[in-house]
């Protein structure tokens, strides 16, 4: 009993996102050095840092948008293949919030959110319907079901994004920068449903300007600079006590820019 009880824990603690080594060149620009990390279930893990440290290609990495020249990406315990089916298997298990939205502009707000369960998980149509209903709702924007993204806010169309993702049952919920976009007002509404999912036990990966955001829902705060990542720890070490100089550094030029 003891042995087996020790395997759950074992299975348990199994990271839902794990990088091992990758390295990421765009050219002769070494733009992902060595990176390791990894995500384990329910987490929320927040890349800060300053323009260029490499912050999205990571993101885009996890699920293969980028490609990678070495090294590994492993999700839920499988390593991810190049290409080919198992490839888009295991990506339809990542979610994908992008800065841009990424909607399809010519498809209403509730066909943008059920297309990838009716052709992907293969999902009915009016399951996949009430499903999105409920999801638009969670978001807030289920009176906005019929209208086309044009017809919408930016905070509005990124809630649909997040429902879109949702709707595919993730292991993972990955952020590429979800607020830059957004007017000022707008990026309260989107990170509140951010806190919430969060709240709700979603394994997230968040690249993000939003420090406030970062202090209080970050399990872990990852820093990165020139293709690296200097140092990690919880929330309350790493705006609290730095350990790079790096890092110090760009505090106090976010400090600066909030007074």
Known sequence: MEQSQKTFEILEEAPVIELRDVNKYFGSLHVLQDINLSVKKGEVVVIIGPSGSGKSTLCRTINRLESIDSGEIIIDGVSMPDEGKKLAEIRSQVGMVFQSFNLFAHKTILDNVTI???????????EAQAEAMELLKRVGVESQASKVPAQLSGGQQQRVAIARSLAM???????????????????????????????????????????????????????????????????????????????????????????
């Not at 990838?116 to 009016?126: A, Q």
């Not at 705060?221 to 100089?245: C, N, R, S, Y």
């Open 169 to 259: 049952h993730p292991k993972a919920i990955l952020f590429d920068e979800p607020t830059s976009a957004l007017d000022p007002e707008m990026i309260g509404e989107v990170l509140n449903v951010m806190t919430e999912l969060a709240q709700d036990g979603m394994t997230m990966v968040v690249v993000t300007h939003e420090m406030n955001f970062a202090r209080r829902v970050a399990s872990r705060v990852i820093f990165m600079d020139g293709g690296k990542i200097l140092e990690e720890g919880t929330p309350d070490e790493f705006f609290a006590h730095p350990k790079t100089q790096r890092a110090k550094d760009f505090l106090e030029s976010i400090k600066r820019h909030e007074s």
């Open 116 to 126: 990838g369960p009716i052709d992907v998980l293969h999902k009915s149509r009016k």
